[in-house]
């Protein structure tokens, strides 16, 4: 495994649309593998492959640090979601920056897993905060387009 560099704001492969993932193989799962210590490194709750510089539709996700293995997803599309919640959302190619985003508070996300097996997850609260939020960059969708106008903040990490 590998610490992978982060594309920071400005770099245009951000808006860029990921591409399928058409075969689940060894250099998808060393992806995962790199992306979910890099996320851990950087104490992130979710990663996407476009912010490694990858153009493939692969996400983790850990939101909850209790020692499980990270969530791990290839092709993950939304298939329910409802309700709706203000949070604040922050963004590894956005350090210190919050901002208010108006997410559902439930979805449900039809994904492989890093075997290749079909599989249905569902998120509530945070975590489907980080569903969406790792599927928007996917299709080269960021925080900051779906944020509350005005409510961005820049947060220096010595204040925390």
């Known amino acids: ?3 992978r ?3 920071q704001e400005g770099d245009e492969i951000l808006r860029k649309k990921s591409r399928e993932v058409e075969v689940v193989d060894d250099k998808i799962i060393e992806l995962l593998n790199d992306m979910d210590e890099t996320m851990h490194a950087y104490n992130g709750v979710g990663l996407s492959a476009v912010q490694v510089g990858i153009l493939k539709r692969v996400v983790v996700i850990d939101v909850e640090y209790d020692g499980k293995p990270s969530i791990k997803l ?6 329910k979601q409802k309700g709706s919640e203000e949070c604040q959302e922050g963004c590894l ?3 210190n920056k919050f901002a208010k985003v108006v997410r559902p508070t439930d979805v ?3 994904a492989l897993n890093e075997n290749g097996k079909e599989i249905t997850i569902r998120g509530k609260g945070l975590l489907a905060e980080a569903l969406c939020h790792e599927i928007d960059h996917l299709d080269g969708i960021l925080f900051i387009d779906r944020m509350e106008e005005g409510t961005l903040e820049y947060i220096d990490s010595e204040e925390k």
């Open 108 to 110: 449900t996300v039809k």
């Open 1 to 3: 495994m590998a610490l």
């Open 5 to 7: 560099e982060i594309r």
């Open 93 to 95: 190619s956005f350090p």
């Open 74 to 79: 290839i092709n993950p599309v939304i298939i």
